[in-house]
C-alpha cells in the first residue's frame, strides 16, 4: 500500500469522521501545530539522559497524540473517541509544574533560551504549543472544542518551560559531580566527603534560621569542585554562590574583606570591572591548610549576616578536620 493516496492534491483533507476541509483551515492549523509540538517533544526525549524527564515528555507526547485527534475529528468522528484529554492529565500536569518549582525555586527573571541544547528545546517545543493553543482558541470562537484540549495546552506550555530550567539544573549537577568524581581519582584536592559535610553542616545551619542556600566550593584555582542547592533556595543564589567561592579563592580573602577594600579610595577600587565574576559582600570564605591556599567556599540565600553565620559552621568543619590531622592537601 502507498503511503501517498492523492486525494489531499486538491488542497484539501479528511477529518476522522469523513468531513473535508481545506488544508489551510483553521482545525489543521491547530492539529497540526500539536502533531509539530509532539515532533519536538521527540527529538527533546531522544536527547535526554535523565530518567524523571524522559518519561515525562514521553507521557506528553501520547497525551498530544490523543489531543490532536479531537482536534483533527469532527463531530461524528468526535463521537467515536476513547482516548481524549481529561481531567486527570490537567491535574497531572499541574502537579508536574508544583512538583519542580518547589524542588527547583520560582524564576525571578525572564530566562533567554540557549544554557544547554536540550533546555532550549524544551523552549522551542513550549512556543510550539503556545502557538497551538492560539491556533484552538481561535477555532474555539468559530467551531466546537472541548474545553479541556484548550486548558491541557495552556498548562502544558508552563510545565515545559519548568522541565526547561530542571534540564539546566540537572545537567550542572551532573558536570559539578563529574568533576567531584575526576578530581576525588586524581587525589588532587579536598575529598567529595569533606566537601559533603562542610554543606551539611552549612544546610543544618540555614534549616535552623529557616533560610534555604546554595553552597559552593572552589578548588584552589577557583574552579568549582562542589555544589549543592536547597529546596526553596532563590535561582540567582546559583550563581551568586559559585561566584563567591570562586571570589575567596582566586584573592585568598574573604568577600567580606574584599568589600571594603574595593570602596573609593582603597588599593581594590574597581577590581569589579576586571573580574566580573568577583562578589564583593559577606557570604565567601578562603580555605587555608596550614597557611597554604587549598580552595573557597561560598553561600548564598539570606542576607549578608546570614550567610556570613552560615559559611562559618562550614568553616567550623574544615577546621576540625585540620585540628584532627587530615592531611589530603599535601
Same mark, same amino acid.
Given at each position: 500500500?502507498?503511503?501517498?493516496?492523492?486525494?489531499?492534491?486538491?488542497?484539501?483533507?479528511?477529518?476522522?469522521?469523513?468531513?473535508?476541509?481545506?488544508?489551510?483551515?483553521?482545525?489543521?492549523?491547530?492539529?497540526? #501545530?500539536?502533531? $509539530?509540538?509532539?515532533?519536538?517533544?521527540?527529538? &527533546?526525549? !531522544?536527547?535526554? @539522559? %535523565?530518567?524523571?524527564? /524522559? =518519561?515525562?515528555?514521553?507521557?506528553?507526547?501520547?497525551?498530544?497524540?490523543?489531543?490532536?485527534?479531537?482536534?483533527?475529528?469532527?463531530?461524528?468522528?468526535?463521537?467515536?473517541?476513547?482516548?481524549?484529554?481529561?481531567?486527570?492529565?490537567?491535574?497531572?500536569?499541574?502537579?508536574?509544574?508544583?512538583?519542580?518549582?518547589?524542588?527547583?525555586?520560582?524564576?525571578?527573571?525572564?530566562?533567554?533560551?540557549?544554557?544547554?541544547?536540550?533546555?532550549?528545546?524544551?523552549?522551542?517545543?513550549?512556543?510550539?504549543?503556545?502557538?497551538?493553543?492560539?491556533?484552538?482558541?481561535?477555532?474555539?470562537?468559530?467551531?466546537?472544542?472541548?474545553?479541556?484540549?484548550?486548558?491541557?495546552?495552556?498548562?502544558?506550555?508552563?510545565?515545559?518551560?519548568?522541565? #526547561?530550567?530542571? $534540564?539546566?539544573?540537572?545537567?550542572?549537577?551532573? &558536570?559539578? !559531580?563529574?568533576? @567531584? %568524581?575526576?578530581?576525588? /581519582? =586524581?587525589?588532587?584536592?579536598?575529598?567529595?566527603?569533606?566537601?559533603?559535610?562542610?554543606?551539611?553542616?552549612?544546610?543544618?545551619?540555614?534549616?535552623?534560621?529557616?533560610?534555604?542556600?546554595?553552597?559552593?566550593?572552589?578548588?584552589?584555582?577557583?574552579?568549582?569542585?562542589?555544589?549543592?542547592?536547597?529546596?526553596?533556595?532563590?535561582?540567582?543564589?546559583?550563581?551568586?554562590?559559585?561566584?563567591?567561592?570562586?571570589?575567596?579563592?582566586?584573592?585568598?580573602?574573604?568577600?567580606?574583606?574584599?568589600?571594603?577594600?574595593?570602596?573609593?579610595?582603597?588599593?581594590?577600587?574597581?577590581?569589579?570591572?576586571?573580574?566580573?565574576?568577583?562578589?564583593?559582600?559577606?557570604?565567601?570564605?578562603?580555605?587555608?591548610?596550614?597557611?597554604?591556599?587549598?580552595?573557597?567556599?561560598?553561600?548564598?540565600?539570606?542576607?549578608?549576616?546570614?550567610?556570613?553565620?552560615?559559611?562559618?559552621?562550614?568553616?567550623?568543619?574544615?577546621?576540625?578536620?585540620?585540628?584532627?590531622?587530615?592531611?589530603?592537601?599535601?
Amino acid at each position: 500500500m502507498n503511503i501517498y493516496t492523492k486525494s489531499g492534491d486538491s488542497g484539501e483533507t479528511s477529518l476522522y469522521g469523513g468531513s473535508r476541509i481545506g488544508k489551510d483551515d483553521g482545525r489543521v492549523r491547530a492539529y497540526g #501545530a500539536v502533531d $509539530e509540538a509532539g515532533s519536538v517533544l521527540g527529538f &527533546i526525549r !531522544a536527547s535526554l @539522559i %535523565y530518567p524523571e524527564l /524522559k =518519561e515525562s515528555v514521553r507521557v506528553i507526547q501520547r497525551r498530544l497524540f490523543a489531543a490532536g485527534a479531537q482536534l483533527a475529528s469532527d463531530e461524528k468522528g468526535q463521537a467515536k473517541l476513547q482516548d481524549v484529554i481529561t481531567e486527570d492529565d490537567v491535574a497531572w500536569l499541574e502537579k508536574i509544574i508544583d512538583d519542580y518549582t518547589d524542588r527547583y525555586g520560582k524564576s525571578s527573571s525572564f530566562v533567554i533560551p540557549g544554557e544547554t541544547p536540550v533546555s532550549a528545546l524544551f523552549h522551542v517545543a513550549r512556543t510550539v504549543v503556545r502557538r497551538a493553543e492560539r491556533h484552538v482558541a481561535g477555532l474555539a470562537r468559530e467551531e466546537s472544542v472541548a474545553a479541556l484540549v484548550l486548558r491541557y495546552l495552556n498548562r502544558l506550555s508552563d510545565a515545559l518551560f519548568v522541565m #526547561a530550567k530542571l $534540564e539546566v539544573i540537572e545537567n550542572f549537577v551532573k &558536570i559539578v !559531580a563529574d568533576r @567531584i %568524581y575526576t578530581i576525588s /581519582k =586524581e587525589g588532587k584536592t579536598m575529598s567529595a566527603g569533606l566537601c559533603e559535610k562542610m554543606c551539611a553542616a552549612a544546610f543544618k545551619k540555614s534549616e535552623e534560621m529557616g533560610v534555604p542556600i546554595c553552597f559552593a566550593i572552589a578548588d584552589a584555582h577557583g574552579a568549582l569542585l562542589y555544589f549543592s542547592r536547597q529546596k526553596g533556595s532563590l535561582m540567582v543564589s546559583v550563581g551568586i554562590a559559585q561566584q563567591k567561592a570562586y571570589t575567596s579563592a582566586v584573592l585568598k580573602m574573604s568577600t567580606a574583606k574584599l568589600g571594603r577594600e574595593a570602596q573609593p579610595g582603597k588599593p581594590l577600587y574597581g577590581i569589579n570591572i576586571a573580574d566580573s565574576n568577583l562578589i564583593s559582600f559577606g557570604g565567601g570564605e578562603p580555605l587555608l591548610a596550614g597557611g597554604r591556599l587549598v580552595g573557597g567556599v561560598g553561600v548564598s540565600g539570606g542576607s549578608v549576616e546570614e550567610d556570613e553565620i552560615i559559611v562559618a559552621c562550614a568553616l567550623e568543619v574544615f577546621g576540625n578536620y585540620l585540628k584532627e590531622g587530615g592531611c589530603e592537601f599535601a
